[in-house]
């Protein structure tokens, strides 16, 4: 194998995150709670085995998926012979950082990224072709039934029954990336990758306090599609309200309870630091924040957690049994974010 995978080998230190990207709580708190995390391997064609993210409703197979939902995860045959394997299953260890091993002439579905998180990419060797659609902009790309293209260059997108706004879709921005080079994929930004010639890459999926924001509004989106979909059921189905936030979970690999959880963690552990002075703390091979980036963080969490607390979904929930209660955590933030706070800890 060209790098070990994480999940045979996660004490293996295969590379070093670049310093600019370092600041991922994604994987930070999987890593912590030792259950997923946002890892994969993706092998090319024939033996070797290929992940692919699926974006657009109709390509997702098996998975039980609700028309709606942006993000679900499959088991199915690919593109050029590539097998299309499903992290879905929480019993495994879903996987958004991972080695990627592809032959010429495959490339990915569209898609946007998971949570829309950021993503990057390491060319290790080989050569690459993005095309890249701000967000928004792939609202043209949507045919009569609300669907996103498989392939953006299809020829099928140029029939307007089918594709009502295709005209008025913007060229995407394309990039070719060679071997050495790294790309970073802004939050929401849909995209679609070619592999020109076989290429091996190493890419990363990662939230952290600049886009943790957009992954909640994320949430809540895919959240309302789900309710949206079962609604007929709302009014006969005991729990109705916690079997769509099964159902999110499933497409979506998260719900609103492992969100807090996953907001009190990152909270839990800038907190630490603050509470050592910024002595170095252990940190998975990751970057220790400073004193001056936990707090940073800190209140990116305060601001995303208290819409959070508001939000009529959450508040469904069985939330006085969280561990702290979400108000009594966002009190210690407001607290611990004080200016005055604030200018005795970042002296």
């Known amino acids: ?33 030792a259950v997923d995390d946002y890892r994969f391997d993706l092998y090319g064609a024939n033996s070797l085995q290929s992940a692919l993210q699926h974006e657009g409703r109709q390509y997702t197979y098996n998975t039980g998926q609700i028309r709606g939902t942006s993000t679900c995860y499959s088991t199915s045959a690919g593109v050029n012979g590539a097998l299309t394997v499903c992290p879905s299953d929480l019993t495994d260890r879903k996987q958004y ?37 701000p967000p928004g902009s792939e609202g043209n790309l949507r045919d009569c039934h ?30 070719t990336q060679e071997a050495g080079e790294i790309i970073f994929v802004p939050s929401g930004w849909h995209h679609q990758v070619y592999n020109v010639i076989d290429t091996i890459s190493i890419n990363h999926n990662w939230v952290n306090g600049c ?11 895919e959240l309302t599609a789900v309710q949206r979909e079962i609604a007929e059921w709302k009014d006969t189905m005991d729990g109705w309200d916690q079997h769509c936030q099964v159902i999110m979970k499933s497409c979506t690999g998260i719900d609103y309870t492992e969100f807090y959880t996953f907001l009190k963690m990152i909270a839990q552990r800038r907190l630490e630091v603050l509470e050592t002075n910024g002595v170095d703390l252990p940190a998975e091979g990751r970057m220790t924040p400073g004193p001056r980036h936990a707090l940073f963080d800190l209140e990116k969490i305060a601001d995303v957690l208290s819409t959070l607390i508001d939000d009529v979904d959450f508040q469904k929930l069985d939330v006085e049994t969280f561990d702290p209660p979400p108000k009594q955590l966002l009190r210690r933030l407001k607290m611990v974010i004080d200016p005055k706070s604030c200018a005795v800890r970042c002296v």
């Not at 994480?6 to 995150?17: F, M, N, S, V």
């Not at 579905?109 to 949570?115: G, K, L, R, W």
């Not at 886009?211 to 989106?221: D, E, S, T």
């Open 146 to 175: 609300g669907n996103l293209p498989y392939d953006v260059t299809s020829p099928t997108l140029q029939d307007p029954k089918l594709y009502l706004n295709y005209q008025k879709c913007c060229p995407p921005i394309e990039v």
């Open 1 to 33: 194998s060209l790098l070990p995978p994480t999940r045979e080998y996660p004490d293996y230190d295969a590379y070093k995150t670049p310093e600019y990207f370092s600041s991922d709580w994604l994987n930070e708190y999987w890593d912590a709670i």
């Open 211 to 221: 886009n943790v924001a957009v992954m909640w509004r994320f949430l809540q989106k």
């Open 97 to 133: 950082t991972w080695l990627q091993c592809t032959p010429f002439d495959s490339r990915t579905p569209f898609h946007a990224d998971v949570f829309r998180s950021y993503s990057w990419s390491a060319n290790i060797c080989g050569r690459k072709k993005w095309l890249l659609f």
